[in-house]
């Protein structure tokens, strides 16, 4: 009776299914492709395909040889563990066909979007995507509440979000509170094309998966200075003043006049960065 490989390609292909969605979860890879929310389901999903696998693996029975004298019990020749070499070749080209470009996949795939992807899921070209309805509020949003809400740095400028500014444009009663004042904002940011003078800061909002991903940002200004060398996908520091105005796509949009901006990447790294006031300020 010979050995039969492929009988556990089932089995071994759980196992090896499982350990991809563990590594995925336990070194943290997942983040860039599922909510938070969704982050446990991947643990529970690992762990049930190595469950499943070694519950297999466990109980299989061992084949029936065939008989050798005629009996009207004899098993259909299907039942009897002969290995056909040819089904053995097909089975293992399908494990083949099935694991080796998940492989391929797991070492080459970059877990981050291109920047043609990120301009091109922002509503094309650069515009903002549809903005939500007005934020809910309780109560009339003021002054005295804004500086509340909002600390400052030494230099005087008010830390805000910039999911918030996004919600903020097109809503006329924030929109004259926060317009004019000194804000510093941490967002990634596209650096564009060299002759654009302006950058982009943006940040990724999932609903559930990477596959609704959507870039929710706006334009940052270099007027009077230079547009400084940071590689696109980097978060970034910018402090400046804030203003709105109307984009291409028809909706109102934030819009900062850069007074200085911090590559945080760079300076994690060790690399040199433009830290200070751009010239011109």
Not at 149 to 174: K, N
Request: aromatic share 10%; with cysteine.
């Amino acid at each position: 009776m010979k050995s039969s490989w492929w009988r556990w390609t089932g089995p071994l292909t759980a196992v090896f299914l499982g350990l991809v969605l563990l590594y995925f979860f336990v070194s943290r890879r997942a983040e860039v492709y599922l909510a938070p929310d969704f982050l446990n389901y991947l643990l529970f999903g690992g762990c049930g395909l190595l469950v499943l696998a070694t519950f297999v693996i466990c109980t299989r029975e061992t084949a029936v040889p065939r008989r050798h004298a005629p009996s009207t019990f004899d098993l259909p020749a299907g039942m009897v563990d002969e290995e056909d070499p040819s089904s053995s070749r097909m089975r293992g080209l399908s494990f083949g066909i099935l694991l080796l470009p998940l492989w391929g996949a797991i070492l080459l795939t970059e877990d981050e979007f291109s920047e043609e992807v990120l301009l091109r899921r922002s509503a094309g070209g650069g515009a903002l995507p549809e903005r939500p309805p007005a934020m809910e509020r309780v109560g009339e949003y003021t002054e005295e509440r804004f500086r509340e809400e909002h600390a400052q740095t030494p230099s005087g400028h008010f830390r805000v979000d910039a999911m918030e500014l996004f919600y903020v444009a097109g809503d006329e009663g924030l929109m004259p509170i926060f317009k004019d004042k000194p804000v510093q904002v941490e967002a990634q940011v596209l650096a564009l094309s060299p002759s654009e003078p302006r950058m982009w800061m943006y940040e990724l909002m999932m609903t559930c998966c990477s596959a609704d991903a959507r870039p929710f940002g706006f334009p940052i200004e270099f007027d009077g200075g230079e547009k400084p060398e940071i590689p696109s996908k980097n978060r970034v520091r910018v402090t400046g003043i804030l203003g709105f105005e109307m984009g291409e796509d028809g909706y109102l949009s934030p819009v900062i006049q850069v007074e200085s901006i911090e590559d945080l990447e760079a300076e994690s790294s060790g690399r040199s960065s433009p830290t200070g006031p751009l010239s011109g300020f």
